[in-house]
Structures are given as C-alpha cells and as structure tokens.
C-alpha cells in the first residue's frame, strides 16, 4: 500500500510543485511506482508533466462528481509515474464543499480507491491553508515543507505548522512531519548559508540532508513537459532530487541505500 505525502507551504515560490514533479519523476525512475496529485487549481504539476489542463478530467471530478481516480489518472511520459490532473475549476470546489459531510476527508476517500497501485502518492497542494490543503492533509500520511533559502524563510511556517497540529489532533492522527526541505539554494550567496544554518538551528533533525540547489534546468524543464530526470539527468537539478529521492526512501526502510557513498556527488553540495 502507497505511502501519502504531502507537499505543502501557505507561502508560494518556495518549489512545492517543482518537488512535487521532480520527487515523483525521481522515485519513478528509482522503480517505485509513484502518483502526483495535483490539488493546485493553478495545474501547474498538470502542464509540467506534459497536460493541457483545459482538456482533461481532473480531481475536480473526483471529489465533486464521484468519479473514480482510476478514470482521470493519466501516465507520463517519465518512467512509473502517472498524474490525477487540476482544473481550473478546483478554484469553486472549497465552496461546493463547505456544506458537504465528512468535508475534510474526501480527498481521502478518493485517495483510498487507488492507494493501493502504488508505491508513493505525492500530494502538490495550493498555497494556502485552505479546504482543499485540509483534505491533503488529512488523506496524507506525512507531510514535507519546503522552505525556501532565502531571507523570508521563516515566515509564516509557524502558522502551517499549527495547521498541521490541528490536523493532526482533529482529523488525522497518524500525520507526521517527514521533513523540511530546503530550496532554491544559491552557495554564491552569504545570505543563503546563514538561513540554512537558521533554519537547522530552529529544526535540528526535521531538516533534509539534501539541499536543492538553484538550477536554470530545473525552471527550463516544464517548459518542455518534462521532469527534470527525464529532461536533462546530469544537471544539478537532478541530481540533487535524485538524492532527495534517496533520502526519502531510505527514511522510510524503503531501500538498502545505507551510507553516503550511494549518493550522488555533487561539486557545490553543503
């Protein structure tokens, strides 16, 4: 049975649908067999895989009309991925909600019908702590936070990570905390350093080994349609979630991956 991650920050631009694509694309090719949920009603997870969302089903279906995933699930072109599409049409899907019962967990309820056909499900939530990030939440079995190496990086964490310890007491008791990834990490910069350190100072063990760095391929990549494995897999883009995928996977006993000779070097990594 899939593991239910997802990938979530009220605050946008810090790389959650670049993760959630590229993580996905990564564990794909590792062989594990993945899915990305895209519950963004910007589809951006939907057009970086290579969909045109105006002309597709998408999880607006899903969780309004009762279609079955199995039926909007689509596959990529990156080995063992697949994606269950957004729509613009998520945007009215809170207020279609609002009045529903057991609101919170029909996300979950989606999820269910299909948990079982994979290894990984990968959740790419909107930028806000709204209705729809609830249900994410709540269908999800833990949660990663990418913060980005910047200046503002702390802001508002505090507020998400509330929103996670009400989840977790009201509405999902099993949710944890898989980590805090850091991105968008220039080493040119003395200012990125000092909020790595910050940001490891004030979380200790919830950081990721890994640091994604600034990759001009990274933004290039869904341009084309494509992750960044598929569209250019010796970029530092990469290889740096090709190593976060690893690390994934052996945080969760998922692999005989044990010591830091398996992963894949890199000239400027931390």
Do not use: W
Not at 86 to 109: C, F, Q, T, W
């Amino acid at each position: 049975m899939g593991k239910i991650i997802a990938i979530a920050n009220q605050k946008g631009g810090v790389g959650k649908t670049t993760t959630s694509v590229n993580l996905g694309g990564s564990l794909g090719v590792l062989e594990y067999k993945t899915l990305i949920v895209d519950a963004d009603p910007q589809a951006n997870a939907t057009s970086g895989v290579g969909f045109d969302p105006q002309n597709t089903k998408s999880i607006y279906d899903c969780l309004i009309n009762e279609v079955h995933p199995s039926d909007v699930i689509l596959n990529t072109k990156n080995p063992n991925l697949d994606i269950l599409p957004s729509h613009i049409d998520l945007v009215g899907a809170e207020l279609e909600m609002i009045n529903m019962p057991n609101r919170e967990y029909m996300l979950k309820a989606a999820l269910d019908k299909i948990k079982e056909d994979y290894d990984f499900i990968i959740i790419d939530c909107s930028p806000s702590l709204g209705l729809i990030t609830v249900n994410a939440l709540t269908a999800a079995d833990s949660v990663i936070v990418p913060v980005q190496a910047e200046y503002y990086a702390l802001e508002g964490l505090g507020k998400l990570l509330n929103t996670i310890k009400i989840v977790q007491s009201r509405l999902n008791t099993n949710l944890e905390i898989e980590g805090i990834l850091l991105t968008m990490y220039d080493t040119r910069l003395r200012l990125a350093n000092q909020v790595v350190e910050e940001v490891k100072t004030h979380f200790q063990e919830l950081v990721f080994d890994t640091v994604i760095h600034r990759n001009t391929k990274l933004g290039e990549a869904p341009s084309y349609g494509e992750t960044i494995v598929m569209h250019d897999a010796a970029s530092k883009g990469a290889i740096n979630y090709l190593n976060f995928a690893r690390e994934i996977l052996q945080n969760n006993s998922a692999t005989q991956i044990n010591n830091d000779d398996e992963k894949i070097s890199l000239d400027n990594e931390l």
